[in-house]
């Protein structure tokens, strides 16, 4: 495919995340992630070879100086910027598991998605003890709103979990699993719903696993998470510093980041080095000097931090605050690439998960620059 314009491919992914896109016909590719837990409003668009998440609904989006038209008799779309027209892109066709229901009734989709280009991705528990009340929500995340719009059910059984994974191995060639999951009442915080998940999944396929929860209380989860056949472990921080997290996400702020390092340093010995990360969203209040710190002190213990840039969310209390610019995201993302490469924390050796995926952001672009 046609090179899509002279600037470096990782500096265009952070220009179109910062933006967004404006699409001539929005039905064009994979229908768009609204709702749900992490990013959404995005659509998934492969640029140069790499598919990326690239905002289509927010704010920013609707004023994007990039259009992208409609595609042509084979799939591909011609993108400009402010008229000029840069290159081609394409979109991942719908996976053929979307066609079909399981046993039940429940149609594959509403159980696990397409993400980026070939990650099944699932929310275990579509709700979360901290989005019951404004109060303590995190600000950023809209994991109610596919419920509440009927595009996903509340909670997806180990059985439904295995058969929907079966298929989009089988039909769709799809290489890694996420798991998250709204955390629920208990001291677990998921572990456990994740752990027989899990395991139903890898009874049915061999499909290498990311779980993503909140630390658990007892570290003696990393290990029974790891046994019940999960491969890579995130625990978000979301953001890094005391008073933005409890600005944002006035709930979660309450487990303390020195909780969370305490629970990296468990977890890493049970999962390996580089298979545990965590996500950083850019753009919510930390300066550029807080995030590198903290990454710095993330890689040292072997911690795979996955910073992407915040996305303003149709509906949520942020929808209204701006994503961050493109230079804001390079300052970070091209001194952390240089950081992980040289500690041999790398996307590509991660087993399953965001971090491996890296469709949410330029950081694994910016890798491959350096190992080129
Ligand atoms: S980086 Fe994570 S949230 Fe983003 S598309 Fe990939 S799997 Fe989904």
Partial sequence: ??????????????????????LVD???GLESRRGGAGPSDHKAVTIDGMTVMVPVHTAPAFDSPYLVE??????????????????????????????RSTTDGIPYSKIAVLHGRDVLATTILQTCIRYQSRTKT???????????????????????LAQVAKAAVELD?????????????????????????????????????????EPPEDDIWFSRMKQAGIDALGMHLEAVTPHVRARVMPGKAQVSIEKYFASFKAAVPVFGRG???????????????EILDICARLVAIGVYPFVVPFVPISGTPLESHPAPGSGFMHSILAPLARMLVESGLKAVDIK????????CSALSSYERMLTK
Avoid at 192 to 197: K, P, T
Avoid at 352 to 359: E, I, L
């Fill in 1 to 22: 495919m046609q090179k899509v314009t002279s600037l470096p491919t990782e500096q265009l992914i952070n220009e179109l995340q910062s933006f967004g896109v404006r």
């Fill in 26 to 28: 929005p039905k064009v």
């Fill in 70 to 99: 409609k595609p042509d008799i084979d799939g591909t779309s011609r993108i400009s910027r402010d008229g000029t027209i840069l290159g081609e892109v394409t979109f991942p066709l719908r996976p053929r598991f979307y066609e």
């Fill in 138 to 160: 995190c600000q950023f995340c809209a994991i109610g709103q596919s419920l509440a719009a009927g595009r996903t059910i509340a909670h997806k059984t180990p059985e439904q």
């Fill in 173 to 213: 060639g799809v290489k890694h699993m996420v798991m998250t999951t709204g955390t629920p009442r208990g001291d677990d915080r998921g572990a456990s719903i994740l752990a027989e998940s899990a395991r139903a999944v890898k009874a049915a396929v061999d499909l290498p696993i990311q779980a993503q929860c």
């Fill in 275 to 289: 298979q545990v990360s965590t996500y950083i969203l850019a753009g919510l209040g930390d300066t550029r000097e």
């Fill in 352 to 359: 399953a998960g965001c971090g491996k995926c890296g469709a």
